[in-house]
């Protein structure tokens, strides 16, 4: 697992009775957890730092969705549950970009 890497996690509801799986991508890894922004396809949800991104065959994606690059998780690489695929260089370079914004880097 890298940074760019698309992932399934299960992910817990806001009253932590349950989780659903969700895609999520990888910011950082470390030798036991890794660092993610959660995915969605809620463009409602969509803020300037956020990385839209569309399916195709190298992401895995099934429906046009949000990288909400200000909703960061770290996890327990053991609860990774598959590879969905990756970004491309464009959406990396524009995630590293939008990261540097978002922590005024």
Excluded: Y
Aim: aromatic share 6%; glycine share 4%; net charge positive.
């Amino acid at each position: 697992m890298k940074k760019g890497d698309l992932i399934l996690i299960p992910f817990p509801f806001t009253n932590l009775k349950g989780n659903k799986i969700r895609p999520a991508l990888i910011l950082l890894t470390t030798e036991l957890d890794v660092t993610v922004a959660f995915i969605t396809s809620e463009s409602k949800w969509k803020d300037e730092f956020d990385l839209e991104v569309t399916p195709n065959d190298m992401n895995g994606l099934k429906a046009d969705s949000i990288i909400r690059l200000s909703k960061l998780a770290t996890i327990e690489k053991d609860l990774v549950l598959g590879k969905l695929g990756e970004l491309n260089r464009k959406e990396m370079r524009h995630m590293n970009s939008n990261l540097k914004a978002l922590f005024q880097l």
